[in-house]
């Protein structure tokens, strides 16, 4: 690994990397609350969790502290077991309605 790598990111300006994940937890947000597919959920709560790694990296390289750093790995490592349980909670669910439509799981409540 480059011994750099904190200088190149350095270069670009801090504002820059806040903005980059504002826009991306924005559009995480929107996908949640107005899509019903369960994938399209499912993916817009991974984007939301990208943006707050990407700020975590980029706050932890300015000021040259790796804590941010690890704490992006224990929350990729919460991601992947997040990835797991929810793919199969969203096969079961098409597997017994034909569909990952959101709206039909109130049929569970009984």
């Known amino acids: ?35 019903r597919n369960a994938i399209i959920i499912f993916m817009c709560v ?28 224990f929350i990729m490592a919460v991601a992947a077991a997040e990835v797991a349980v929810g793919l199969g909670i969203i096969v079961m669910i098409y597997r017994n309605f034909q569909n990952t439509d959101v709206n039909l799981l109130s049929r569970l409540k009984w």
């Open 1 to 35: 690994m480059d011994p750099n790598l904190p200088e190149v990111i350095r270069t670009v300006p801090l504002q820059y990397y806040v903005l980059f994940a504002t826009v991306l937890f924005a559009i995480g947000v929107t996908g949640v609350l107005l899509r």
């Open 46 to 73: 991974e984007l939301m969790l990208n943006a707050v790694n990407i700020l975590l990296t980029a706050f932890s390289a300015y000021r040259a502290d790796p804590n941010g750093q690890i704490f992006v790995f």
